[in-house]
């Protein structure tokens, strides 16, 4: 699925303009990613979870050259996928908790 068709299915889901959900879009994943810039982590409870992680620098091989190269360490965007994710993708039924999880609104 596009970026263009994820636009289209939301504003035919909620009835709004395709230019409102792709701002709606916009601004969730413009907050996921200023989230992942302060080093934070985004959760979307039963979909998944968005995180960075470090890599440790280490040495490679240049495939051509088979000649040892030297890898920077750097940092890189991680998704762990949630228990609801996982049973779509396995054509399972969502599990109870998670469906009770997201209808349920947190207490503070």
Same mark, same amino acid.
């Not at 230019?19 to 992942?36: E, F, G």
């Given at each position: 699925?596009?970026?263009?068709?994820?636009?289209?299915?939301?504003?035919?889901?909620?009835?709004?303009?395709?230019?409102? =959900? *792709? %701002?709606?879009?916009?601004?969730?994943?413009?907050?996921? $990613?200023?989230?992942?810039?302060?080093? &934070? !982590? #985004?959760?979307?409870?039963?979909?998944?979870?968005?995180?960075?992680?470090?890599?440790?620098?280490?040495?490679?091989?240049?495939?051509?050259?088979?000649?040892?190269?030297?890898? =920077? *360490? %750097?940092?890189?965007?991680?998704?762990?996928?949630?228990? $609801?994710?996982?049973?779509?993708?396995? &054509? !399972? #039924?969502?599990?109870?908790?998670?469906?009770?999880?997201?209808?349920?609104?947190?207490?503070?």
């Amino acid at each position: 699925m596009t970026k263009a068709e994820i636009i289209a299915k939301v504003a035919e889901e909620i009835k709004v303009s395709k230019s409102a =959900a *792709a %701002k709606a879009l916009a601004v969730i994943t413009d907050s996921i $990613a200023q989230t992942l810039r302060k080093g &934070g !982590k #985004a959760a979307l409870i039963g979909f998944g979870t968005f995180s960075v992680a470090e890599r440790k620098a280490r040495k490679g091989r240049n495939p051509r050259t088979g000649k040892e190269i030297k890898i =920077a *360490a %750097k940092k890189v965007p991680k998704f762990s996928a949630g228990t $609801a994710l996982k049973a779509a993708a396995a &054509g !399972k #039924a969502v599990p109870t908790k998670a469906k009770k999880a997201a209808a349920k609104p947190k207490r503070e």
